[in-house]
């Protein structure tokens, strides 16, 4: 996965079809660009509780 100009994104939406990809990919980015806002889509009730 190629990320490109996340410094000047507002927002970062994580769509794949893994919960964990998804929350890993947009923590990530959280870490690096502290004000942008993630999107994230899980599925995974149990995860989803965790997170």
């Known amino acids: 996965m190629r990320i490109r ?3 000047r994104a507002q ?3 994580a ?3 893994a919960d964990s ?3 890993e990919v947009a923590s990530a ?3 690096a660009v502290p ?4 999107v994230l889509r ?3 009730d149990d995860f ?3 997170v």
Not at 35 to 38: K, N, W, Y
């Open 21 to 23: 990809t998804d929350f």
């Open 5 to 7: 100009s996340t410094h």
């Open 48 to 50: 989803t509780e965790d």
């Open 42 to 44: 899980l599925f995974d």
């Open 11 to 13: 927002a970062l939406p």
């Open 15 to 17: 769509l794949s079809s």
């Open 29 to 31: 980015r959280r870490e």
């Open 35 to 38: 004000e942008l806002r993630a």
